[in-house]
């Protein structure tokens, strides 16, 4: 069926969902909007790793906050107007990073990429609910979470090209403009992402509820446990896999690194396949099943059983596996959020939820890397096998407690 053919209702929830993937995977782009430049940051300003990588701490720190606080402003002033100003903040820090003159420079251009980035998943799944029909929920969060891996995949093609051809500071000026034109599009198609007719800000909504109420609900705490499990368990993969690989495996560099790309392919296929598979509504059950088909095939990584070949097969059969839970991840929010507060609070929910993702992802380097440093390698994916079996837990719970 052509878009020309297509009912009305599900032509504006194409093009809603459409807008929010192509602005979510500028905010994933922005994830790494520094991490390609290191080696010319490194050698221009003169740093050391160490020094360097508190540019990431900062960017998830300020997230990690930002992100709980972003949804009070979603739920106040409207997901669009605040996504406009977290894409604002990417376009700002980009041109900060053009001019930089030294670290106190690099951090600020970590803070403000960490504060754009803040406002998105609230606002982001603000938009998908309140816009997207109900059958079509589990695609859109799909297609929410595909474009984020396409946004990483991106960054740093087109970040060290421009880099190496042009230098560093031109590759700042493309990421503005990458900002820029999302942007553009979101003015452009403004109608696909504004607040649905009726709506009222929360100081005038019928469905108001008291600013704090959502810190009360035993599902909203159980989710963000998840969120923390579930990213713990992915910045391990996403920091230590390629050590972990070459020394257990005696895999080369890059055939290391071609394990990472599999286990990220294979999640975005996995996220594909969970649009559909979301559909059904026994949603902890899917995610159960998916996480602790991951675990066990973590555990049989650690296990250095297999010859070397099985590796990348193997990373992809992890990374489709957790990726099928995600759409399903999303909707278990979604009803956490509505069981007690109706639409009246999915900006402070889905910001609080999220927020653990962020906290994840800054503790995974510090938990692991102490583990990495004792070369406890298989330990590393026995750890990330622990943490998506008490995923698993955290989200059956949700299912019980909503």
Known sequence: MTAAVLPPAARR??????????????????????????????????????????????????????????????????????????????????????????YPMLILVAALAGLGNSVFHPADFTVLNRHVAHERLGHAFSVHGLSGNLGWAAAPLFLTALATTAGWRTAALGAALVALLALALLIWRRQAVADPAGWQPEKTSKEAVPAFAFLGSRAV?????????????????????????????????????????????GGAAGIVLGGFLAQKEDHERLIGGALGLGALLALLLAANVLPAWCVLPLMAAIGFSTGIAGPSRDLLVRRAATA???????????????????????????????????????????????????????????????
């Not at 989710?223 to 070459?246: D, E, H, K, R, Y």
């Not at 639409?343 to 992802?361: C, E, H, W």
């Open 13 to 102: 929830d194409i093009e809603t969902i459409s807008v929010i993937g192509f602005v979510h995977g500028v905010s994933h782009f922005f994830h790494l909007l520094l991490p390609p430049l290191f080696p010319w940051l490194m050698a221009d300003f003169g740093l050391s790793f160490t020094g360097i990588g508190v540019t990431m701490t900062v960017f998830f720190v300020v997230s990690g906050i930002g992100q709980a606080l972003a949804g009070f402003l979603v739920d106040r002033f409207g997901a669009a107007r605040v996504l406009a100003g977290g894409i604002g903040c990417f376009a700002l820090a980009a041109l900060t990073l053009h001019f930089a003159t030294g």
């Open 221 to 265: 705490w159980l989710c963000f446990l998840f969120f923390l499990l579930i990213t713990s368990a992915f910045g391990a993969i996403q920091n230590f896999s390629a050590p972990i690989l070459q020394a257990l495996y005696g895999l080369t560099i890059t055939s290391a690194a071609a394990a990472l790309s599999t286990y990220l392919l």
């Open 340 to 402: 007690r507060f109706g639409q009246a609070a999915f900006g402070r929910v889905y910001g609080f939820v999220y927020s653990g993702l962020d906290l994840g992802l800054a503790l995974a380097p510090l938990f692991f890397g102490a583990l990495m440093d004792g070369r406890r390698f298989a330990d590393v994916l026995v750890g990330i096998a622990i943490l998506q079996g008490l995923a698993i837990f955290a989200a059956l719970r949700v299912g019980k407690a909503v």
